[in-house]
């Protein structure tokens, strides 16, 4: 089945730096999805690429979709301690036409 | 606040037994899908409905079942509940059915097995 890989798994970092994930797979999509979700509550949609080499910000967050269709990347920038949660990734419209989710990343802010 | 309403918050119960949890969709949205969250499993697709009718079945098990009511509010019914059934179950809504169209979820079940 369709499977995407997101690293990193973790990244801790201090307050202020920037932070930069991704998702590969070897299928490829239509739409790539980035997800926030934090202790204790639903994943909350950040940014949502409909069109491969689209790139579009939400504030400090920047994503864009891979040109090939089997990527995507998020970035964040001068990040705060409220930026703390896991991040995931989730792509639609490849052959078996559900949203398929990564494994997530595990980001912890320093202050 | 994602509009998706999702009860009872937390649920609690023994193996061989039956629940139900209760999803809500955002005013307006027509497609209800389910998700089980586990550590090791991260977030895996149940089930979709959409005005009415099963639209899309993912890993669900033959356990588990769903409807979705004219209303357009979703019922998940786990039955014969054993150990490794304990997760976080979410329900996410959208407008249509079509998979490009982003999901908004709700907070979650959170059913522990004992």
């Known amino acids: 089945g369709q499977q995407l890989n997101q690293s990193p798994q973790s990244m801790f970092i201090q307050e202020g730096e920037d932070v930069s994930m991704n998702c590969t797979s070897s299928?490829?999509?239509?739409?790539w999805l980035w997800y926030k979700q934090d202790p204790g509550e639903g994943p909350v949609l950040l940014i949502a690429l409909y069109k491969a080499g689209e790139l579009t910000s939400n504030g400090r967050l920047t994503a864009q979709f891979g040109i090939t269709r089997k990527d995507s990347f998020l970035n964040i920038s001068a990040s705060i301690p409220s930026d703390v949660g896991i991040y995931f990734c989730g792509a639609s419209g490849g052959s078996n036409y559900k949203l398929t989710f990564g494994k997530g990343t595990l980001l912890t802010v320093n202050p | 606040d994602s509009g998706v309403t999702q009860t009872p918050k937390h649920l609690i119960t023994a193996t061989g037994q039956r629940v139900t949890l209760r999803c809500s969709p955002r005013?307006?949205?027509?497609?209800v899908y389910w998700y089980q969250q586990s550590l090791d499993q991260g977030l895996q697709f149940l089930i979709q409905y959409y005005n009415g009718e099963e639209r899309a079945k993912g890993n669900i098990l033959e356990r588990f079942s769903a409807q979705q009511f004219p209303d357009l509010h979703s019922e998940l019914n786990l039955s014969s509940l054993e150990l490794g059934d304990s997760a976080l179950y979410f329900c996410a809504s959208s407008v249509g059915a079509a998979d490009n169209q982003p999901q908004h979820f709700g907070d979650g079940t959170r059913l522990s097995i004992l």
């Open positions: 299928s490829i999509f239509n739409t």
């Open positions: 005013s307006g949205d027509l497609s």
